[in-house]
């Protein structure tokens, strides 16, 4: 049985989709709010028809967020003053509607539920239809995963994989392997497509080949997270992707004041994810956020 945890996606997607048709005209139209517009950057002067509300929204030069300095400007003023809907009016209903998108079947339900039990939190199905997307789109041959967990997360990379495409997983927790391999065989997985190894991350990928991935999933120890970029760089191919699950850690990535050690943690993956030479960035507003880098 699914836990009240997991989605029951035709259901939410109907209620969503009615809420979202039947919201007043108001609530559908495009907020730009004063912290988005500040982390987003904008011009002092907005162009000719921007109506005279949105005019009075500030202009001087955004200070830094939470310690994160100003983003180097990829985002233009006309990009936020115009018709782009870049924030809806009810973003939270928008948000839940996106990440039930994609319905999730019977074996990932149960790994769901395993995981559930375990105390671990599986990736969002959001966030795997997104992982999925992207194994898709690389046309991924080999794929390196950081926590293995009950395999919900290697259930969806294995999916966009190519049908003899192998996923290396690595797990400290042997028990929770034990259901992912049962959790791939139900989702028709091959037993040749995944490759457990039990162990520590730190330990375990210094063993795997250079260049060697085309995609390195990391939803391990939240500590670790410099260390796993590292590795990342060498164990992925040119033009091959790493992601890290999790990364606004319940909105306090972002928050101002003290935070502990491991969000000041995130907040330093993040930062050198986007400021990283080797790596085109992208921070995916999916289940708990997802950073993403194209290693160049
Ligand atoms: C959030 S769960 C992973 C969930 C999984 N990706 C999914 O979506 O189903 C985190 C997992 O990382 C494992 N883990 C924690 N620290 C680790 C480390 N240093 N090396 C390898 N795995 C680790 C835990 O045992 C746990 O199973």
Known sequence: MPSPACPAPAGITNALLTAVRGAPRAARQVVVTA??????????????????????LPSSTPGPICGFPVPTVTVTARQLWGQERAITGNRQTSW????????EDEALLWARDQAHAAGLRPVSPGTGAVLRMLCATLDAKAVAEIGT???????????????????????????????AREAFRAAGFAANRARFIPGRALDVLPRLADGGYDLVFCDGDRMEGLEYLAESLRLLRPGGLVCFEGVLADGRTVESGPQPVEVVRLRELVRAVRESPELIPSLVPVGDGLLCGVRR
């Open 35 to 56: 912290s988005a517009t500040a982390v987003m950057g904008h011009s002092s002067r907005p162009p000719a028809g921007t109506p005279r509300a949105a005019r009075s």
């Open 96 to 103: 839940t509607f996106a990440d039930a998108f994609v319905a």
């Open 149 to 179: 967990g009950t395999g919900v997360s290697g259930i969806h990379l294995l999916g966009g994989m190519r049908p003899d495409g192998v996923l290396t997983t690595v797990d400290t927790e042997p028990d929770c392997q034990q259901f």
